[in-house]
């Protein structure tokens, strides 16, 4: 692979120093050829081969794929689902609400972090918002389930305080399901808003006061509009993992909780039916990968618009920023 | 561009007018920061305090005890699954630190290059690919390389797991260690050259531990996200090979007992353990060769 | 800085790395990497040697974990139906790793026939003169070439008294009493057929048909039940335990299990239903290609040692099916033995599942069932 792209460096000898770099940027992107050959064959090739058996069909009872007739008829068949698609929404739902709710949650925190906490300070706070994260999901999960039970010892307070009549009805509900996917998604959404708005030229906003703006303005023209990416990247880490999850909506929510991801595991665990599956999986990571790229175009055009109005507030300090 | 100094003399100056306001602005989220904090760790707290348990279930309390910590540490079942979560999470981490490193060095130095693009683009779909679709398509994909075609190292459970967590964790190693090297300053380089060091001197001797944070930091991003991995990994491995998380997802499912919460707690005090020895040890060193500290610092942001 | 979408996935987020403390938590990260790897045990070293070493496939807590550690190395893997476990079987084609898999009697037939199962070698296996020979020599494995029995059990209920007051005896009842009395509170086990099962029994179709008028009718009854469904729940003994469900479909030993972890054991009533229940008998196999067949006969054998077995028993709540063991939990006093052993006539009214050519459409009715109750 390296091969064609040596040849092509017969290197103009202009001066010493500067040869050397090109010859060495020349020669670096062969640095990616491990990963890229990586990629190919666990990740290209196996999706290839999904694709291939979606177009295949489910043959016997214990065979799992058949290729012998290709069609595009398990697509009908996912499209065709009603089943696929109600719970389709529902995880999309859960997912949007629940990135969304993550995100109310999370920006004030990162906020706090990044401008209210003392630098040394902050570095402790950060490593307290990660230590459980150092503890598996799944335990997390079951530690909100053991306190939310309904004879649970939340339960049994608010009912001792008075606050409850009989038992706490939370688990195995849509709000149980909510939580935990906001619990457990939320440092991935504090950490980079965290890290844009640490990165943030704070003088932006002291000027924006300087010219009359309040805090409020300040916010919505200054902070809000440079901390776009850090949300974006923190709503994307928090929803296409979201869209595929099924294991924490499952102990808090029960029936409530069941999600595409599911479905498409029904269909290679209890099905067998690897067409199918591979149909599923293949539209859900279409549908993904559509949602992402969309909306990144959102995002960049509301940063752009945003940027534009900031322009006209503090033309001087958009200079001085670069 | 702007640093840290900026930013801490702004402090100094005061705001006249509207300090009610920020004052209670800023009371407001200390209580929603320190609020955040309780909820993040709660569940763990609970978790923690019934991993004492003395029952049978996990969820049912019936007085202290600390047989579940001795159960913990004394039952094969238990540590296997934990040993090979260990295995699998070092591996995925070295694989990917490795493979990341190398692409994040020649994304962001390598600019005619047709074909990077494309890779970045790539990483890109690894990233938004949910984990279910991974699992689906490696599973078969795995079974055709084992067994059709006669490599039998992947029939083995740790390797399939090394590759399957590695898959994400590269991609991420990829982006932080791209972010990293163009963050770098390259006259550092260039001096390296105008001493007469040859590419390879350069690479090692300048690039390669001005970029280790970056490899390390991903490496660790690796390891805990393997140590996470549930879809995948059920959906993957074979035989001896069950890691913790499904080890753990088959309890929830049938029973759970106690000795998992204490396991768990172990789990939890032997990371803060190991990064409070580390955090000292690089405390200590960073005091004897001060410079190199403020040099770093000064190259960042 | 290209404009790509990932852009703004990712490297925002991980300018983070580009700070001192990162740099620190990376350093931290390989000093941990490091002392993990030396923690990690070596167990393909240590499991290698003696051939008191197998990998069990089975049902969660489906073996008293002492019983394992007397015998020697147990590594257990679990799954939640025997169709995880044939797709884990035949994705893996001989390479899975398990030596010993626990599939249930319906099952055995295919599982023959495509080649997942080995044959047993009897001269092995002395002690399976202990077996009662009313569960050996089944029409699913004629000569018990391939399976021995290792428990069997029944689907059934129970239902919280103090909130469902009334007495229920039958099918009909239950799902009466789902759509009432425990509307919202009710769990089925995660089990396609024996959700199915519940229903045909309830209105006297036949467990096993593959009428499509049948299938409809249960497919429009279910997605009607489904608001009613809380959760699905095979193994549902630390809910009942806690008084989480009003009304569990549950199989017998688990039940039990809740029954016996209960502070009040009369508070839930156990119900084998009128018109029948749906009986499994789970089964020792050895899946083809297993690399210690030595040690899985001689596991196998082991546990159908009386001693061994009756502590099965015990811990496990289901019928280990040795001549005598009845007698034996009742000379010990074991509780609820009526959850455990039947009286002829219940056996008489049990009714064994069978895979048909309607699988496919009970698991997209499953789908259904699981749609409707989000």
């Known amino acids: 692979m390296s091969h064609p792209i040596a040849i092509e460096v017969p290197p103009p000898p202009l001066e010493r120093r500067r040869r050397g770099t090109k010859k060495f940027r020349w020669r670096i992107s062969t640095l990616a050829a491990p990963i890229a050959a990586y990629l190919f064959l666990f990740f290209i090739v196996p999706f290839g081969v999904i694709l291939w058996y979606s177009f295949g069909f489910k043959p016997s009872l214990y065979g799992t794929h058949d290729n012998s007739v290709l069609s595009f008829d398990r697509y009908a068949e996912v499209f065709g689902n009603a089943d696929f698609f109600a719970i389709f929404g529902k995880t999309l739902w859960i997912s949007i609400f629940g990135a969304a709710v993550t995100l109310l949650i999370a920006y004030p925190v990162a906020y706090w972090m990044a401008k209210i906490l003392t630098p040394r300070s902050r570095n402790i706070v950060l490593v307290l918002v990660l230590i459980p994260y150092w503890t598996n999901f799944l335990i997390r999960t079951l530690g909100w389930q053991i306190a939310l039970n309904q004879n649970g010892f939340i339960s049994r307070i608010l009912q001792d305080l008075g606050l409850l009549n009989g038992p706490l009805e939370f688990l195995y509900t849509n709000q149980a399901v909510q939580l935990g996917v906001v619990y457990n998604y939320l440092p991935l959404m504090i950490l980079p808003i965290y890290v844009t708005l640490e990165q943030l030229d704070w003088r932006l906003l002291e000027a924006n006061s300087d010219l009359g703006g309040n805090a409020i303005s300040g916010f919505l023209r200054v902070t809000l509009p440079l901390s776009m990416p850090g949300i974006g990247a923190g709503l994307m880490l928090v929803f296409v993992p979201l869209m595929g999850d099924y294991i924490t909506p499952e102990i808090l929510g029960g029936t409530k909780g069941t999600m595409v991801g599911q479905l498409v595991a029904s269909q290679f665990k209890t099905a067998q039916n690897w067409a199918l599956g591979s149909a599923m999986a293949i539209t859900l990571m279409l549908f993904i990968l559509a949602v992402v790229v969309v909306s990144t175009w959102i995002l960049r055009l509301g940063v752009r618009i945003a940027k534009r109005a900031n322009r006209i507030v503090l033309p001087e300090l958009v200079i001085e920023g670069k | ?301 | ?374």
């Open chain 3, 1 to 374: 800085m290209e404009n790509r979408p990932i852009r703004m996935l990712v490297p925002e987020a991980l300018k983070a790395s580009i700070t001192r403390r990162t740099a620190l938590s990376a350093a931290l990260g390989t000093a941990a990497l490091g002392v993990l790897a030396a923690c990690s045990p070596s167990g393909s070293a240590a499991s290698g040697s003696a051939n008191k070493s197998i990998n069990l496939y089975t049902w969660g807590a489906y073996d008293d974990p002492e019983v394992l550690s007397d015998w020697g190395q147990v590594t257990l893997g679990s799954y939640d139906s025997n169709e995880e476990l044939i797709a884990k079987l035949v994705a893996a084609s001989g390479t899975s790793g398990y030596d010993i898999v626990v599939p249930t009697h319906q099952f055995i037939p295919q599982m023959v026939e495509a080649g997942l199962l080995e044959e047993l070698d009897h001269s092995l296996l002395p002690n399976m003169s202990n077996l009662d020979p009313n569960y050996m020599d089944a029409s699913y494995d004629k000569g018990n070439k391939y399976s021995m029995p290792k428990a069997w059990g029944t689907t059934g209920y129970v239902y919280d008294t103090t909130v469902i007051t009334r007495e229920l005896t039958s099918w009909a009842d239950f799902w009466d009493a789902a759509a009432n009395e425990a509307s919202g509170k009710t769990s089925l086990v995660a089990d396609m057929n024996e959700i199915a099962g519940a229903y045909f029994l309830a209105n006297g179709i036949p467990t096993n048909t593959t009428d499509a008028a049948h299938l409809d009718s249960y497919k429009t009854f279910i997605t009607g039940v489904a608001k009613h469904i809380q959760a699905f729940e095979s193994y549902n003994s630390t809910t009942i335990a806690q008084n989480g469900r009003v009304l569990a479909q549950g199989w017998n030993g688990d039940a039990r299990r809740g029954l016996l972890d209960n502070s009040d054991q009369s508070r839930y009533k156990w119900v084998l239903p009128s018109e029948g229940s749906t009986l499994f008998q789970d089964n020792w196999c050895i899946p083809t290609g297993a690399p210690n067949p030595q040690g899985a006969h001689d596991f196998i054998n082991y546990v159908l040692d009386p001693a061994v077995s009756f502590r099965e028993l015990e811990y496990i709540g289901y019928n280990t099916a040795l001549t005598g063991i009845q007698e034996k939990a009742e000379a010990a006093n074991l509780e609820l033995l009526d959850m455990i052993f039947f009286t002829q006539d219940q056996v008489d009214n049990f009714q064994r599942l069978e895979i048909t050519s309607a699988n496919e459409q009970l698991l997209a009715i499953f789908n259904s069932l699981q749609a409707a109750a989000g």
């Open chain 2, 1 to 301: 561009m702007t640093t840290v100094g900026i930013e801490s003399s702004q402090s100094g100056i005061p705001t006249q007018e509207r300090r009610a306001p920020v004052k209670a602005g800023k009371v407001a989220l200390w209580i929603w920061g320190i609020i955040g904090l309780l909820f993040l760790f709660f569940p763990v707290l609970v978790i923690i305090a019934y991993s004492f348990n003395s029952g049978n279930n996990l969820q049912i309390w019936e007085g202290f005890s600390l047989q579940p910590y001795l159960n913990a540490i004394s039952r094969p079942d238990l540590l296997a699954p934990v040993g090979v979560s260990f295995r699998a999470a070092t591996g995925s981490a070295l694989l990917s630190a490795i493979l990341g490193t190398f692409a994040g060095i020649a994304l962001a130095r390598s600019q005619k290059s047709r074909w990077l693009p494309a890779l970045v683009g790539l990483l890109g779909l690894v990233m938004v690919t949910p984990e279910i679709v991974n699992a689906v398509s490696l599973l078969p994909w795995f079974v055709t390389l084992g067994k059709d075609m006669g490599f039998v190292i992947f029939n083995d459970g740790i390797v399939r797991l090394v590759v399957g967590h590695s898959l994400f964790s590269s991609a991420v190693v990829t982006f932080v260690v791209r972010a990293r090297v163009a963050g770098l300053n390259p006259q550092l380089e260039e001096a390296a050259a105008d001493l007469g060091a040859n590419p390879l001197r350069r690479f090692i001797d300048v690039t390669l531990p001005l970029i280790a944070p970056a490899a390390v930091s991903g490496a660790l991003l690796s390891f805990t996200l393997s140590l996470d991995n549930t879809v995948l990994s059920s959906f993957i491995s074979v035989a001896n090979s069950n890691s913790w998380p499904v080890y753990v997802w088959a309890s929830v499912k049938s029973t759970l007992r106690p000795e998992i919460a204490a396991m768990s707690t172990l789990l939890l005090l032997f990371t803060i353990l190991v990064l409070v020895i580390v955090a000292l040890v690089l405390v200590r060193a960073s005091k004897r060769t001060g410079g190199d500290d403020a040099n770093l610092s000064s190259m960042l942001g």
